[in-house]
C-alpha cells in the first residue's frame, strides 16, 4: 500500500489545499498520471501519481487544508491490496471526517422522546390562540404556552409569529473561502499581529510623469506600475532599511533590488516578483511586469516568480481608489500603496491656478524598523523625484 502525502512545492509551504481529485476511489492510476489538484498559499499544481495502481482510500477532502506530509490518500499497488478487507488506520480515517455521527442509541433516545412528547395529549390553549393559530396556519403544538400552567394564551402565538418572521428576515447563505483566500487572512492576521503598522500618505503632482510617457509612448507603450518600479528602486538604494524583512529581533536588509507588484487575479492577491530592478530599464521592467502578471492570471505562475521580494507596491490607481491602507507583505517593513490620479486645481501661489494630475500615495511600514521621520523622508524624496522627472528620459 503506497501513502500518498500532501506535497511540499516551495521552501516555505506548510500546508496546502485539495482543490480536486481527478480520480475516484477504486479507479485504477498510472505512474505519472494526474492524480490531485493542489492549491499552496501562491501557487496551485496538478500533482501525479508516482506510482501505478488503484485508488484505495480518498483520505483528503476537496477544499481542505492538510499539512505537508500529512496521508491524503492511499494507492493499492495490487488488485489483491485493493480487495483487502482491513480498515485504513483509524487516526486518518478521524483526521478526514469533518463531522462524525452521532452514537446510534443516541439518536434513538431523540427519537423516542419527540414521539412521546407528540403523542401526549391536550394541548391547553385558548380559544383565540387556537383561532388565530388556525388561521395562520400554525401548528399549535409549535407553541410554547406562558399562561396558567403552561396554557397557551393568544400572546403566545403572536410571539411565535414574530419570531418566525424574524428567522426568515436572517436567512442567509454560507460561503467557505477558498484555499488562496484563507491562506491570505491567515497571513494578513499574522502581519497585523506581529507588526506595528503605521501609514502615512502625501499627494504628488504626476503632471509632469505623465508627460513623459505620453512622449515615451509615441513609441512604445509602458505601464505605469512599471515607472514606478524604477522610481522606487532608486529610492530603495537611498533608503535601504525599506529593502528588508524582520522576524521580531533581526533586520535582514537586503543588497540587491527585489520588488513585489500585487496584481489581482480570479483566486485572489498574487504578488509576484521583479528582480534585480535597479539593474532594469523600464522597457525590460515592463516586459517583466507582463510577463509574471498574465502567469500570476492565468494560474501557471511559479514559487521563483513569488519568492525574493524586499519591498512591495500595490497600484489600485485603477478601481477609483484614491487613498488606503496596503497591508505589509509577510516580513517585509513596508508597502508602498498608489492611489488614482485625478485632475485638480493646485495653487501655486496667489496669482497661478493650475489644472494638475494629482495622486496620493500611502506608505505603510513597521514602526518597530522605521521611524514616522524616515517614512515621510522616503515619500519626499519620492515627490522630488515623480515631480522632477526628467532623469527618467535617461531610463527607458
Same mark, same amino acid.
Given at each position: ?7 511540499? !512545492? ?111 395529549? !391536550?394541548?391547553?390553549? =385558548? ?44 436567512? !442567509? ?11 491570505? =487572512? ?22 509632469? !510623469? ?75 521592467? +515592463? ?41 505589509? +507583505? ?67
Amino acid at each position: 500500500m503506497f501513502l500518498f502525502k500532501m506535497p511540499k !512545492f516551495g521552501l516555505n509551504m506548510e500546508s496546502g489545499f485539495i482543490n480536486k481529485w481527478y480520480k475516484e476511489e477504486g479507479d485504477k492510476v498510472k505512474k505519472g498520471e494526474v492524480l490531485v489538484e493542489i492549491a499552496s498559499e501562491k501557487i496551485t499544481n496538478d500533482v501525479e501519481s508516482p506510482v501505478d495502481g488503484y485508488v484505495r482510500r480518498l483520505v483528503g477532502k476537496e477544499g481542505e487544508e492538510y499539512k505537508v506530509g500529512e496521508v491524503i490518500a492511499y494507492i493499492a499497488e495490487t488488485e489483491e491490496e485493493l480487495a483487502e478487507e482491513e480498515i485504513i488506520p483509524p487516526a486518518e480515517v478521524e483526521k478526514a471526517s469533518a463531522s462524525p455521527e452521532r452514537p446510534v442509541e443516541e439518536k434513538e433516545k431523540v427519537v423516542e422522546r419527540v414521539a412521546t412528547s407528540v403523542e401526549t395529549g !391536550f394541548v391547553k390553549a =385558548s380559544p383565540a390562540a387556537k383561532r388565530l393559530a388556525r388561521e395562520r396556519g400554525i401548528d399549535i403544538k409549535e407553541v410554547r404556552g406562558t399562561g396558567p400552567g403552561g396554557r397557551i394564551v393568544e400572546k403566545d402565538v403572536m410571539n411565535f409569529l414574530r419570531e418566525r418572521r424574524q428567522t426568515v428576515e436572517e436567512e !442567509f447563505t454560507v460561503e467557505k473561502l477558498s484555499p488562496l483566500r484563507k491562506m491570505i =487572512s491567515r497571513n494578513l492576521a499574522r502581519s497585523y499581529h506581529e507588526a506595528v503598522v503605521i501609514t502615512n500618505t502625501t499627494q504628488i503632482d504626476l503632471t509632469g !510623469f505623465f508627460k513623459i510617457k505620453k512622449e515615451w509612448e509615441e513609441r512604445e507603450k509602458v505601464s505605469v506600475t512599471a515607472m514606478l518600479l524604477k522610481v522606487v528602486s532608486k529610492i530603495l538604494s537611498e533608503f535601504p532599511l525599506f529593502n528588508a524583512h524582520f522576524d521580531g529581533e533581526n533586520v535582514k536588509k537586503f543588497k540587491n533590488i527585489n520588488i513585489g507588484v500585487a496584481v489581482d487575479t480570479e483566486r485572489g492577491l498574487i504578488v509576484p516578483v521583479v528582480r534585480r530592478v535597479d539593474e532594469l530599464s523600464i522597457r525590460e521592467i +515592463n516586459a517583466e511586469l507582463v510577463r509574471i502578471s498574465n502567469l500570476a492570471r492565468e494560474g501557471n505562475i511559479q514559487e521563483a516568480d513569488l519568492t525574493g521580494s524586499g519591498f512591495t507596491i500595490t497600484n489600485l490607481g485603477m478601481m477609483r481608489t484614491e487613498i488606503f491602507t496596503p497591508a505589509l +507583505n509577510r516580513s517585509e517593513v513596508a508597502i508602498l500603496g498608489v492611489g488614482r490620479t485625478k485632475k485638480e486645481l493646485k495653487i501655486e501661489d496667489e496669482t497661478n491656478i493650475m489644472i494638475r494630475d494629482m495622486a496620493w500615495f500611502s506608505l505603510s511600514y513597521d514602526h518597530r524598523v522605521i521611524d514616522g521621520a524616515l517614512a515621510a523622508k522616503f515619500l519626499g524624496r519620492l515627490a522630488e523625484l515623480l515631480e522632477k522627472p526628467d532623469w527618467l528620459k535617461d531610463e527607458f
